[in-house]
């Protein structure tokens, strides 16, 4: 029977509970356990499809077409296994779940509570995943933050599991805050010792707290929380705050958490974790031997976890190139052909990001004839891609009121159009083109040369698609339509043969880069950055000497 463990947050949100369950569970694995990773969202929504970025971050997509909290993205990257729909579960869906059930009578007519009807719900999702025997270990990560009214429903059900699976099966991880006044040049525990005693108070006692803070922990302070916490000063764990989320797996390891988890779980500990291939990737991010500029063209830059995925597509990239990829966020709102020069002209690279609507939609649209024209390195993505091929339409081919029939449903020239299968939904939720999707590449091409085959995978999460009634034209005008869905016939890769790099992808690469294994596109986009980087500093060095 596979073991549980949770981690709960407490004090303030945004602590890092998906890093250190991520964290945890990389270490276990590098000793050799088969762990998954779950999240549980107090919030109402089904899932987080519908939701704004500003509001929850990025909508992550997994293999099976689930979309999920951005947190997934976080497991996936750290442990290179996919994730699937039974990863991430709603207090929306649990309600939903019980809700159908009653409809359909299978209550027998009992009045439906939150305790016992939702409470099991939640109990069943939290042990699915540890039940078909894939997994030793099954880490349930808890959203939100000890007292918000929410959680309650999910505080309880640990409650129950702690009482029904016994002491060595469960396991209750607890993050806290550690504040460091300033003015007092003190570290407070007091936060801490309250947000435990509501835990408590719940019924669900922590085993192991680990605290978050800015400045370490003394031995005497570790202690302190020990004794006020009622747990041992082994459970007590620093977690210091680092330059890179990727160094908290070896942060954890040196706080003995694995070996705390271990011991308490009636498990091994013999064996080290082998971090040999994490420990390059790290030293190759730390130490890099060029760096690259690139522009993130998108509408929702103000926040930084609405391209979480992209940004940690970078990061991989970049460490396998031994370059330090530098992001600079462009709001597209804010470019125009009056200005695009001057915001675009230090770049070595222009990615336009995915997204929904119009606004925003021209800034793109000109930023990509800037890189085009230009032999700027382009790569877009989604939305990224479709923009792609209306610039082009408008510029090359002739068709100035050329656009998506998302933006301009009216265009003579609808180059993007919406899925014939999309046009008779009305529903917003998981209805898009989700998940994983074969593409076909023609060989000989940018793409296949990116990816070293002629058939690939990837994810997708989309509405519109390339108006396959335009392919001749659009080839005969230089386009390449370099990779299909060899089912429907889906235009997925766009490219121009001519340019350095340009390259737009109708899916998402971004959603399967990991550590171990960096998504192809982005390696090569970095790559492509790094040669024009080069090449306008040999000139200018070059222009230099002249003068």
């Not at 505080?155 to 003015?183: F, K, S």
């Not at 925003?360 to 993505?381: C, D, M, S, V, W």
């Not at 998981?430 to 002629?454: D, N, V």
């Not at 766009?494 to 992808?505: D, I, K, T, Y």
């Amino acid at each position: 029977m596979a073991k549980y463990i949770f981690v709960t947050g407490g004090v303030t949100s945004s602590l890092g509970k998906g890093i250190i369950a991520a964290s945890l569970a990389k270490l276990l694995q590098a000793r050799g356990f088969r762990v998954t990773i779950q999240k549980f969202d107090p919030y109402i929504n089904v899932d987080p499809g519908t939701l704004n970025p500003y509001e929850h971050g990025e909508c992550y997509v997994t293999e099976d077409g689930a979309e999920t909290d951005l947190d997934l993205g976080h497991y996936e990257r750290f442990l290179n296994t996919p994730t699937s729909q039974a990863n991430n579960v709603t207090t929306g869906r649990i309600y939903q779940t019980v809700i159908n059930k009653e409809r359909e009578g299978a209550y027998l007519g009992k009045t439906v509570q939150v305790i016992p009807h939702i409470t099991d719900e939640i109990k069943r999702r939290i042990l699915l995943l540890g039940k078909d025997g894939k997994f030793d270990i099954v880490i349930t990560e808890l959203g939100g933050t000890v007292g918000d009214i929410e959680s309650l429903p999910y505080i309880e059900a640990v409650r129950q599991l702690q009482w029904e699976l016994g002491e060595e099966d469960c396991l209750v991880v607890h993050l806290t805050l550690i504040p460091y006044l300033r003015a007092a040049k003190e570290l407070k525990t007091k936060p801490t010792q309250h947000s435990v005693r509501l835990l408590s108070e719940y019924g669900v006692h922590p085993d192991i707290i680990v605290c978050r803070t800015e400045e370490p922990l003394y031995r005497d302070l570790k202690k302190k929380i020990a004794l006020f916490c009622n747990v041992q000063v082994d459970a007590v764990i620093e977690a210091n705050d680092v330059p890179t989320i990727y160094e908290v797996p070896l942060e954890m390891m040196r706080e003995k958490l694995d070996v705390s988890v271990l011991k308490r779980l009636g498990l091994p500990v013999e064996k080290e974790p082998e971090l040999t291939k994490w420990r390059e990737f790290l030293d190759k991010l730390k130490y890099p031997k060029s760096k690259v500029t690139i522009g993130l063209i998108g509408k929702y830059v103000e926040l930084q976890d609405a391209y979480k995925s992209i940004l940690e597509s970078f990061i991989h990239a970049g460490s396998l190139n031994e370059c330090k990829v530098v992001v600079q966020n462009i709001h597209s709102e804010h470019l125009t052909p009056e200005n695009v020069c001057e915001k675009l002209k230090n770049l070595d690279g222009l990615l336009v990001a995915p997204g929904f609507g119009h606004r925003g939609i021209e800034g793109k649209i000109t930023a990509i004839q800037y890189a085009r024209e230009n032999q700027l390195p382009f790569f877009g993505i989604c939305l990224g891609m479709q923009m792609s091929v209306v610039e082009y339409a408008r510029n090359v081919l002739g068709w100035k009121d050329a656009h998506s029939v998302e933006m301009n449903p009216d265009t003579a020239h609808p180059v993007i159009n919406l899925m014939e299968e999309q046009k008779k939904v009305t529903a917003k939720g998981g209805t898009m083109r989700l998940g994983a999707y074969a593409c076909e590449i023609t060989p000989g091409t940018k793409a296949e040369e990116i990816y070293g085959s002629t058939s690939i995978s990837e994810r997708h999460r989309h509405r519109y698609e390339f108006n396959n009634d335009y392919v001749q034209q659009f080839e005969a005008a230089g386009l390449r339509l370099s990779g299909k869905n060899p089912e429907s016939g889906l235009v997925e890769i766009v490219e121009l043969s001519e340019h350095p790099f340009f390259v737009g992808v109708q899916f998402h690469p971004e959603l399967k880069s990991t550590v171990e294994n960096p998504a192809p596109i982005f390696v090569s986009f970095i790559k492509a950055a790094k040669q024009y980087a080069e090449a306008k500093n040999g000139k200018a060095k070059m222009e230099e000497k002249l003068a």
